[in-house]
T-cell receptor
């Protein structure tokens, strides 16, 4: 079975500072990993995905994530936070069949001006 | 292109009343379909997923049920709502091993 753990339910950063949101996965088979963003009262929007190609994945809005098998991690980063980045971020995992798709509990990002 | 429709956007229902939330997908065939519930502070909980017509997998025992009467239609139901059923319900589809695409969600408040 697959699962993801997001460390830190709330993260605050200053505008212009580095954003680091943590995600660790648990999977008995090579996983596919995803990061989504959710703005209030909306559905989820895909930021980026890892599907066993390059381990460093670039996404939209300047975000990127690195798949590290040795650490079972897929942390999300952005060099410089913008006010518009304030939202809820979810890490998700799927197995090779693609049938099951599980999310972490989410990290709420606050950007301080 | 593919689109996903989920309705209604907001719903207020009394305890003990029935529920029916509908989700339809356009522009794709034989998608995997999912229902998630998002409760405050609990992230996204997978409730049901379906890999085909009439095929429903339940992830969490609860007061809800799901049905897939057509290839691109996924329905979430309850015969009698509980207060604990309140939350934000999201429908999603996947076309294989790639990412899931989400509807805009339904905010359900049980009073």
């Amino acid at each position: 079975a697959q699962s993801v753990t997001q460390l830190g339910s709330h993260v605050s950063v200053s505008e212009g500072a580095l954003v680091l949101l943590r995600c660790n996965y648990s999977s008995s088979v090579p996983p596919y990993l995803f990061w989504y963003v959710q703005y209030p009262n909306q559905g989820l929007q895909l930021l980026l995905k890892y599907t066993s190609a390059a381990t460093l994945v670039k996404g939209i809005n300047g975000f990127e994530a690195e798949f590290k098998k040795s650490e079972t991690s897929f942390h999300l980063t952005k060099p410089s936070a913008h006010m518009s980045d304030a939202a809820e971020y979810f890490c998700a995992v799927s197995d090779y069949t693609g049938n099951q798709f599980y999310f972490g509990t989410g990290t709420s990002l606050t950007v301080i001006p | 292109s593919q689109t996903i429709h989920q309705w209604p956007a907001t719903l207020v229902q009394p305890v003990g009343s029935p529920l029916s939330l509908e989700c339809t997908v356009e522009g794709t065939s034989n998608p995997n379909l999912y229902w998630y519930r998002q409760a405050a502070g609990r992230g996204l909980q997978l409730l049901f997923y379906s890999v085909g017509i009439g095929q429903i997998s339940s992830e969490v025992p609860q007061n809800l049920s799901a049905s897939r009467p057509q290839d691109r239609q996924f329905i979430l139901s309850s015969k009698k709502l509980l207060l604990s059923d309140s939350g934000f319900y999201l429908c999603a589809w996947k076309g294989g091993v790639g990412e899931a695409f989400f509807g805009q969600g339904t905010r359900l408040t049980v009073v």
